[in-house]
């Protein structure tokens, strides 16, 4: 899939640990992204292990971040993205985990071994990985579908018709690509051009939401909206937009990967040790892909068998080798304060 990545990872190799079969009790505080997590493979877990998972729902990486930083919110494993591990590290917020040592770690796609935002590994585990970008519902709309500029600067067939994501971490690097410009960017000017872009969008736009993308699509309230390449699949084939279309960017696209962390005095370390494994078998690896229809960063050969096999052909997830992909990474707090001035700014 990531076949023009801008970030090169590494290998590792991996050991023997920790059976997710092994019964245990108690249970595991999870903290996860909305509509993310299949709930018969919540069940199965519950059932081999004998944990009971409480589960509480986010629907932005600073969301979550802000939660943490709040002080002890008893949430025993989290799923962050790959630029806001990076922060969670350096802050000192996560748990340290023999990740490698795990016994399902050997099922891990060799490229997504040591990443570089964990490049000793001993602090997540992979969940699921894709990309950001937007999709647009292709009846009634007038426009070829394959630049930013149709979602920056939309024509009249869609005007207040579009729903943007309520996080500046996945609206401005796409901003910035469209523009030609450097990502964790820190010069002035080239974030006022951000800011007159989104303020020249902002009257197209019906509202700034990062979960309520389905349900306004599918009762056409909006025809284009922020999207995710698995997310927007699903509302083509799930909930039945059969004409939303997940662009991809000739500027661009911007790729995440979401990992399983363990934040800092979890109060059951032990059992979210347990699902990160749980969660690193093949089999329930490829559930997760089948039920959010994003990218499993575990080996294909080893989910062969259980993956669903139009995840090969549908066109939200299979790019072209000539759209660049770019991972976000954690940025420095002068362009961090600039984002958030353009994105107060907008939203005012």
Known sequence: MFTNVKKKVGVIAAAAMFSSSAFATGELNFYNWVDYTPDDLIAKFETETGIKVNMDTYDSNETLLAKLKSGATGYDIVVPGQNFVSIMVSEGMLEK??????????????????????????????????????????????GPGNSLKEFFEPNDSVSGKIQVFKSPNEVIPLALMYLGHEQCNENPQDMK?????????????????????????????????????????????????????????????????????????????????????FMMDAENGAAISNFNRYTSPLDGKAIAAF???????????????????????????????LYDRVWTKTLL
């Open 193 to 277: 051009e951000v800011l007159a872009l989104l303020l020249k969008q902002k009257p197209h736009v019906k509202t700034y939401n990062s979960e309520t993308m389905v349900a306004n699509l599918v009762s056409g309230e909006v025809m284009v909206s922020s999207h995710w390449d698995g997310y927007s699949m699903k509302t083509r084939l799930r909930d039945g937009v059969t004409q939303l279309k997940y662009i991809h960017p000739k500027e661009g696209i911007i790729g995440w990967f979401d990992s399983l962390v363990i934040p800092k005095g979890a109060p059951n370390k032990a059992n979210a040790e347990k699902f990160m494994n």
């Open 97 to 142: 985990v023999n990740v490698k040592a795990m016994s399902n770690y050997k099922n891990v796609d060799k490229r997504w071994q040591s990443p570089p935002w964990d490049p000793t590994q001993e602090y997540s585990a992979p969940y699921q990985m894709g990309t950001t970008s937007f999709s647009i519902n292709m009846d009634g709309y007038d």
């Open 307 to 337: 993956i669903d096999p139009v995840l090969a052909t549908a066109p939200e997830i299979n790019l072209d080798p000539s759209i660049p992909v770019y991972f976000s990474e954690t940025c420095s707090g002068k362009s961090i304060k």
